[in-house]
């Protein structure tokens, strides 16, 4: 099956930095990769995603890059603020509709 | 539109016990999963339905978990008899096909959750 693999684990930085989180993927197949944002004791909730025939989407502050040939794809996001401290995972579902899962990056938004 | 329904949203129970977990997806969307979070950890894919019937549960301890979802519907998810281990959170998600983009196949729209402890 599909191996997601998400880095860092945990990351601080200071408020209006950017923060980038980085995940791989093993099954080539696979084609779309969302990114989930997860509050304390709240639901995964969609904060932006990618298809495969596209190299990189942006909304507003966030932004997401697929590179296919590496099987990397990666999420920015500029200007933090302490509301974007939580959880991010990401994922990447393969041709049977299943998602797989990162092991999620704790981000902490400095003030 | 109404979200994903998940009941009840804690439990508490003893080693050896059973529990059963309920999932109302949101309308329309065929495909449901159930996911596993225990603390610290991405969810993890325990099983995934299409209507009614059974597409993945390669990752399902059968031996102690099932899931049905009857009627293409609800679903429930039941542990018998539970262990220390399985303590954690049990996710429902569902998505749904349209028409755009590669596959047809939306996002993992998440319920709120089951939040299991196990003593």
């Known amino acids: 099956g599909e191996n997601v693999e998400q880095h860092p684990s945990t990351l601080s930085v200071q408020e209006g930095d950017s923060a980038v989180i980085k995940c791989t993927y093993s099954?080539?197949?696979?084609?779309?990769f969302p990114w989930y944002k997860q509050e304390l004791g709240k639901r995964p909730q969609l904060i932006i995603d990618?298809?495969?025939?596209?190299g990189e989407k942006k909304d507003q502050r966030i932004a997401v890059t697929l590179n296919k040939t590496a099987k990397h794809f990666s999420l920015h996001i500029t200007e933090t603020q302490p509301e974007d401290s939580a959880v991010y995972f990401c994922?990447?579902?393969?041709?049977?509709?299943?998602?797989?899962f990162g092991t999620g990056t704790s981000l902490t938004v400095i003030p | 539109e109404a979200g994903v329904a998940q009941s009840p949203r804690y439990k508490i129970i003893e080693k050896r016990q059973s529990v059963a977990f309920w999932c109302n997806p949101i309308?329309?969307?065929?495909?449901l999963y159930w996911y596993q979070q225990i603390l610290g950890q991405g969810p993890k894919l325990l099983i995934q339905?299409?209507?009614?019937?059974?597409?993945?549960d390669s990752q399902l301890p059968k031996d102690r978990f099932s899931a049905e979802r009857l009627k293409g519907v609800d679903s429930t998810l039941k542990i018998q008899p539970a262990k220390l281990e399985d303590s954690a959170v049990y996710l429902c998600?569902?998505?749904?096909?349209?028409?755009?983009?590669?596959?047809?196949?939306?996002?993992?729209?998440f319920g709120q959750g089951t939040r299991l402890t196990v003593v």
């Open positions: 998600a569902s998505s749904y096909q349209n028409t755009a983009g590669i596959g047809g196949w939306t996002e993992a729209f």
């Open positions: 099954d080539s197949a696979s084609n779309y």
């Open positions: 990618i298809r495969s025939n596209v």
């Open positions: 994922a990447a579902r393969n041709t049977g509709n299943q998602f797989y």
């Open positions: 309308s329309g969307h065929a495909t």
């Open positions: 339905f299409q209507n009614n019937g059974v597409v993945d």
